[in-house]
């Protein structure tokens, strides 16, 4: 885990990222490899500064549990303008997009989550006072 969060650290150096390890052991088995595993974390991230307008910060907890299931909960939470009611949906959709002047867009979040499937994990957008936060499921071995 402490990999993954100096790899995150190291994408965003400069950014106002906040990063919160909390485990019960820093060796965490998942069925992705670490590449992908870090790649997904920095797309939610990365989506959170994109999304979330100037000035933002972002807190990301890692966090392996083991009770009752194994698994490894990954919270990536924004202090951002959030994501209106309306969107709230549709984040999760192919092509679904804030940014309309741009031709392409909206797959991030939508492939995120097939990639996640295909690993027994999952993402969900979690109920926030303000900004957003995205609760990634991975399970582990």
């Not at 998942?30 to 979330?52: D, F, Q, W």
């Not at 000035?55 to 299931?69: E, H, K």
């Not at 309309?100 to 027994?120: E, F, Q, S, V």
């Amino acid at each position: 885990l402490s990999r993954i969060a100096d790899a995150v650290k190291n994408y965003y150096a400069g950014e106002n990222l906040e990063i919160q390890l909390e485990q019960t052991n820093d060796l965490v088995r998942v069925g992705a490899s670490e590449t992908m595993l870090e790649s997904m974390v920095i797309s939610v991230v990365g989506n959170a500064y994109k999304h979330g307008g100037s000035d933002i910060g972002v807190q990301l907890a890692l966090t392996s549990i083991s009770d009752p299931v194994s698994r490894l909960e990954i919270t990536v939470s924004d202090t951002g303008m959030g994501i209106p009611e309306a969107n709230k949906d549709s984040v999760f959709h192919e092509n679904f997009s804030t940014k309309r002047d741009k031709p392409t867009g909206g797959m991030g979040l939508p492939n995120l989550r097939k990639l996640l499937a295909i690993h027994g994990g999952s993402i969900e957008l979690l109920p926030s006072i303000k900004g957003a936060s995205f609760l990634i499921i991975v399970p582990t071995s």
